[in-house]
């Protein structure tokens, strides 16, 4: 499995505390069968993101790795990007500095109550500035969870989604659990991800959603959230055909075209 959420790096936002957390998560992710994982840290109000240092922390958590497991894990280099102004600004004149090995993915995360304004209008600016968005965790967004017609609108115009894996089993409770296999069922989720931020109360545990999506909807299906899809991302590839049989209840496909729709899609 690849996991392109997860909050490694030591000391430098609520994720890892220092090196030996960060260690023990890549352990735990490895025993889990994770072979990648994308190194994400907040640039938000409350944590600055500065690539040369993320790049360091992240070149340091590999050299302390012991050789077998260094062996059997790929590490990256991401950002969990806040949609503030400024970041908006800066990721349209700085592409790589944010994305996904400096690939066209970026990560994009909500907050958990609210939508921001005109947040249509921003993913379509960075859309135009050749990034791709991939919407974290909308299965916990409050805003999302009563009104999923409106992510259904976004994901039909192209965006990508990204559902946490505590989400299929449940640890994020049942309305955020209910509203990930919602959208499992209904084919709009791209890629399942940890967002793991320590060992204990935020695990890099993904084996258990791999199973439980496996069981429910098919081994083509799970691999392709959590193998297939996460891949294609961590190696700046397109992503592959869809496995999914859908079922869409898809009203948004009917809607009229909003400025935004056109330059979304992907192809
Ligand atoms: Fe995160």
Known sequence: MIDIHHHLLPGIDDGSRDIAISVAMVQMAV???????VAT????HAY???????QALLDEVRAALPAATAERITLGLGCDFHLNFENVEDAQKNRDRYTINGTEYLLI????????TRIEEVLYNLRVAGLTPILTHPERNQTLQRTPERLQ??????????????SV??????KAKDMAWSLLRSGSVHFLATDAHD??????KMLEAWQQ????MGKAVADQVCVNNPLSVFEGRPLPPSAMVVERNDASADVGSPFWRRLFRHS
Do not use: M
């Open 31 to 37: 025993d889990e069968g994770i072979t990648h994982i």
């Open 199 to 204: 060992t204990l109360r935020r695990p890099p």
């Open 213 to 216: 999506v496996e069981k429910r």
């Open 153 to 166: 609108e976004w994901i039909a115009s192209g965006l990508l989604v990204q559902v946490t894996a505590g």
């Open 48 to 54: 600055s993101y500065d690539r040369a240092r993320n």
């Open 41 to 44: 840290p907040h640039a938000n």
């Open 109 to 116: 995360e909500l907050p958990d109550f609210n939508i921001p």
């Open 169 to 174: 089993t449940g640890t994020f409770g049942s």
